[in-house]
């Protein structure tokens, strides 16, 4: 009997948007290929997208899909739709595309040029292709074609994004402090010091902040260093080739760092013991740190093992941490006092860093409140898919099947 889908009849989708299990009826209905002729291809691309771990969900005015219009051309919107998280070369890609492996290879090669696919390259020099999320990965990946139709779209769409849930969850950055903030009593864990990240790694580059680059563009620019994300290890090959920063050696990196906190900025590493960068954000111009500001207890909203305590009987009310702090958490009262609200307090020892009279420190969290922090950046996805119900083992094995089959050459 042949498969169709009646139109009362719920679509129900695996991790990868392209398998679809569709439930037979006895009449009426839509064959598949009709059902896919009538549906919009960014709508399609919307949901796979959506499907991924950190999601894409959909908004009430519809701007997620004019981003996509914007960024996709219609055959490339149709080539995203055939890949998936698991890497793959262009002759397994070609045979869904039912195009030849040369011509398959030079669009895919395209799409990861402008950031809208992600490319892993071997020593050998072979190429494997995956879909990229929307964030973090094809928004950022924009940095070097921002305009302000852009720019306005984005910021329509951001609130939507950012939805509290799966943030909150398992958020895809976490926030440390540097190293100047943390009191030599406490026990640092290496994957909690900023330092030890640098130092464990070999290859770094600098890019331009997206968020201060875009702000800047709609003329409400912060002036802060925009040259503040650190990308390390293997991330490194694609933003060279992509021409999205500069190559540094381990000192600079580590002289970025300190740079960092005289401005002020959050350090905000992936959220994996193995972190793949480090973002340098300011609570002015950064989507994550803006919309959590939003909310009355952003300290609920971050993965972060410290938070700061405040000595008020030691306290010069010099005023100089509630400037610094990104987040709101230290004001002055009535009386001119400073005050301290750890509901707000996410950690970044940014008000440490410059209290001349030490009468702010940052204590570890108990261990009930500590956040658990993936081995590595794989596990923080797959956590993120489990918790949004989109890891299905069986289809997740389906789509590693239909990467190993292959077409010829040419």
């Known amino acids: 009997m042949p498969i169709v889908v009646n139109e009362c009849n719920a679509v129900k989708r695996s991790f990868f948007s392209d398998f679809v299990f569709l439930t037979p009826v006895r009449r009426g209905g839509y064959s598949l290929a009709a059902m896919l002729k009538r549906e919009d291809v960014y709508q399609r691309l919307a949901r796979h997208l959506d499907d991924l771990p950190a999601g894409f969900p959909p908004s009430k005015s519809g701007v997620e899909l004019r981003i996509l219009k914007r960024l996709f051309a219609e055959d490339e919107a149709e080539m995203a739709l055939l890949l998936s998280v698991l890497p793959e070369g262009p002759e397994s890609v070609a045979v869904r595309a039912k195009l ?7 669009k895919l090669e395209e799409m990861s040029r402008k950031g809208l696919i992600y490319r892993l390259e071997s020593e050998d020099g072979s190429r494997r292709y995956s879909a990229n999320q929307y964030v973090i990965g094809i928004w ?3 940095v070097n074609k921002l305009r302000p139709d852009l720019i306005q779209d984005m910021e329509e769409y951001l609130p939507t994004l950012m939805t509290a849930g799966p943030w909150k969850e ?3 950055l976490r926030t440390i402090p ?3 903030a943390i009191p030599v009593r406490h ?3 290496a994957h909690e010091k900023a330092e030890d990240m640098v130092r464990g790694q070999d290859r ?12 800047t563009m709609i003329g409400q620019g912060c002036g802060k260093p925009e040259d503040a994300c650190l ?5 490194v090959e694609y933003y060279e080739k992509n021409g999205m920063g500069r190559i540094i050696d381990r000192d600079e990196a580590l002289a970025i760092l300190k740079k960092a906190d005289e401005a002020g900025l959050v350090l905000q590493p992936s959220n994996a013991k193995k972190a793949a960068n480090i973002c340098m954000c300011c609570g002015c111009c950064c989507g994550v740190l803006r919309t959590i500001k939003k909310h009355p207890r952003p300290a609920e909203y971050v993965s972060s093992p410290f938070r700061a305590s405040l000595d008020e009987g030691t306290c010069e009310d010099c005023g100089v941490c509630p400037t610094r702090c990104p987040m709101g958490a230290l004001s002055r009262d009535a009386g001119g006092r400073v005050r301290l609200d750890s509901d707000r307090c996410i950690g970044c020892g940014l008000c440490v860093s410059t209290c001349s009279s030490r009468s702010l420190t940052l204590v570890r969290k108990p261990d009930a409140e500590q956040r658990d922090v993936p081995a590595t950046l794989r596990q923080t996805y797959i956590e993120m898919a489990r918790r949004r119900g989109k890891l299905k083992p069986a289809k997740l094995a389906k789509a ?3 990467t190993k089959i292959r077409a010829k050459s040419g």
């Open 100 to 106: 030849s492996v040369a011509e398959t290879a030079r």
């Open 140 to 142: 950022e990946f924009q």
């Open 170 to 172: 398992t958020p895809q």
């Open 178 to 180: 540097i190293m100047q």
């Open 187 to 189: 026990e640092i864990l």
């Open 204 to 215: 770094f580059l600098i890019a331009p902040c997206i968020c201060r680059r875009e702000r």
């Open 231 to 235: 990308i390390m290890g293997r991330a």
């Open 400 to 402: 590693w099947i239909r």
